[in-house]
């Protein structure tokens, strides 16, 4: 601190010491003038004064935080994204990308990884330097190699401390490469899941529960020789999911396919290829590869990943679906050498094969099924009445029947001798849902016979007698009629009433003429027309060969 020379001089507080003043404000608190015997002592004296300047800060406590920037919300940190890895199941192997950010402005070290590694093949393995600010993308590989399945934890450790956790998980897929045997055929099962509530009237409310419907293939395998290939399968990967080629789709390559292919030449019109799926190409020797689909034309099939084996001419390849086998599973050995096994595959792979079609030909708002049933067999008839029943054991039991009126069952089979019409099959059942969808169906028995000629703009049609005056007159069931013409063109239409006119024949309205005029011969059949649904949410199709498939339709006549 400076000093400075200097001397008191006379002013306002020497004249007022002068004078005696010593007063207090009128609060009580001291004046600013000094005592008279300070200012008698100092007055007129010379000597240095010390400068008290600069005087210190006032400081002043308060609570608080500190204000957030940009800067504090994204860097001084490590990003890794993403934070888990899913590749599923796995035929081939698969590569992720990984992201890793080092948004500190230093650089920074990964040290040290923790986890388990098997099977997988890292780009990021320490010691790995990010300079400041480096952005970085690292391949991470899921090989075939290793255990069935893998959900691991990996753990990177930064020189700037602190650490990133990347969870990986897959499964591996084994190729189910054993031919099929065609001795026993090849069955599929689809099956949607419908809760339906029946009221007393006989009415229905239907809803859908699941909404794509669970797909199973069961076939038969044979092994003979010293292969055993089928124990090896059975011991090591039965509750695990194979890739399962779909057999009935088997085809054989009109070229060779080579290492580093990606557009093979394959038709895939009406089969079970599809985008994203997989295809299985193999040999008669049992080896197998799977390949990844990207994208399908009519004739080709475009692959996510080069092929890497080299097939020949010759060489089958089929669409493959992701299943599992059930948790027993029996096996024969007619001898030490032969095996045998029916196979019945859950898929986890439900993709739907083809999209909802709806009938070609509508009544009333609903689809239709016009197709003849294939007639191999009886056709079972089950009447089924919804009847309240009581009975208290001492007189007659009262019954009350509600809808007064039957629900008839019958399970009809259906030929499909080609591609088409399966494919037709599958997208109308598609549209079905299972339990969900009703549709009109024809009875298929000749319960109307039209008994004379009658001209296009008929709405009368005279038909042989039977009593439906008596019992069908404006019965639910029996209120439609379908004409089948021999030409192959139907008629569908509403029965406004019946009329007595002899005990030979009656009288039957219709709301609409069929247009034509027609004779008795004219007709292959006609029949009653039923408002109808599936009886069961399950349908098998099943394959004589690969071409040639039976469908069996169980059937159920509801109100309408």
Avoid at 63 to 81: E, M, P, Q, T, V
Avoid at 515 to 538: H, K, N, Q, T
Wanted: overall charge negative.
């Amino acid at each position: 601190m400076p000093d400075f020379a200097g001397a008191f001089t006379s002013n306002i507080l020497g004249g007022a010491a002068a004078a005696g003043m010593n007063s207090l404000w009128d609060d009580g608190r001291p004046a600013y003038y000094a005592p008279t015997t300070v200012i008698a002592a100092i007055a007129g004296a010379v000597g240095v004064i010390a400068s008290g300047q600069p005087s210190p800060e006032a400081l002043i406590a308060r609570a608080g935080a500190k204000c957030g920037s940009f800067s504090d919300d994204y860097y001084h940190r490590i990003y890794l994204s993403p934070s888990r890895i899913e590749f599923g199941n796995l035929v081939i192997p698969a590569t992720r990308t990984v992201e890793v950010w080092n948004a500190f402005l230093d650089p920074v070290t990964i040290f040290q990884l923790d986890g388990d590694t098997e099977g997988l093949s890292l780009g990021f393995f320490p010691p790995a330097r990010m300079r400041g600010l480096e952005d970085i993308l690292y391949e991470v590989m899921a090989t075939l190699d290793g255990p069935s399945f893998v959900d691991t934890l990996l753990t990177l450790h930064f020189s700037a401390g602190g650490t990133r956790n990347l969870a990986i998980s897959y499964g591996r897929v084994l190729v189910m490469g054993l031919l099929h045997d065609w001795q026993g055929g090849f069955t599929e099962r689809l099956e949607w899941l419908t809760d339906v509530l029946t009221m007393r009237d006989g009415g229905e409310q239907r809803v859908q529960l699941r909404a794509d419907p669970r797909r199973s293939f069961e076939f038969d395998v044979l092994e003979y020789g010293n292969g055993g290939q089928l124990d090896l399968l059975m011991n090591v990967w039965q509750s695990r999911v194979y890739a399962v080629p779909v057999w009935t789709d088997k085809a054989w390559l009109a070229a060779a396919i080579h290492p580093g292919d990606t557009v093979l030449a394959v038709t895939t019109t009406d089969l079970d290829y599809h985008a994203g799926g997989l295809a299985i190409v193999g040999s008669t020797a049992g080896s197998t590869e799977a390949l990844e689909v990207l994208s399908l034309s009519a004739g080709t099939i475009t692959l996510k990943r080069p092929a890497l084996g080299n097939w020949p001419a010759g060489s089958w390849i089929a669409p493959a679906r992701l299943g599992r086998l059930p948790a027993q599973q029996i096996v024969t050995r007619p001898t030490a050498a032969i095996s045998q096994a029916k196979l019945r595959f859950d898929l986890e792979d439900l993709a739907s094969p083809v999209a909802e079609v709806p009938s070609p030909i509508q009544y009333r708002g609903y689809d239709t099924l016009l197709q003849h049933p294939n007639r191999i067999e009886d056709v079972s008839i089950d009447y089924q009445r919804l009847v309240d029943v009581f009975d208290h054991d001492t007189g007659t039991p009262a019954v009350i029947d509600i809808p007064n009126r039957p629900f008839i069952v019958r399970r009809h089979q259906y030929l499909l001798p080609d591609r088409a019409r399966l494919t037709a099959m599958r997208g109308w059942l598609a549209a079905r849902a299972g339990r969900q969808v009703p549709f009109w169906v024809p009875t298929w028995e000749r319960g109307l016979e039209v008994a004379q000629p009658f001209t296009l703009d008929a709405t009368e049609i005279l038909v042989q007698a039977r009593g439906f005056v008596t019992y069908y007159q404006a019965m639910p069931g029996r209120r439609d009629v379908a004409f089948l013409h021999n030409n192959g063109t139907w008629f569908l239409r509403r029965i406004t009433a019946f009329e007595f006119v002899d005990g030979v024949v009656e009288r039957m309205r219709i709301d609409a003429a069929l247009g034509v005029a027609c004779v008795p011969s004219d007709f292959r059949i006609v029949c009653f027309l039923e408002l109808a649904r599936m009886e069961s949410d399950a349908v098998e199709f099943f394959f004589e060969t690969d071409r040639v498939v039976r469908v069996s339709l169980p059937i159920r006549s509801i109100n309408g």
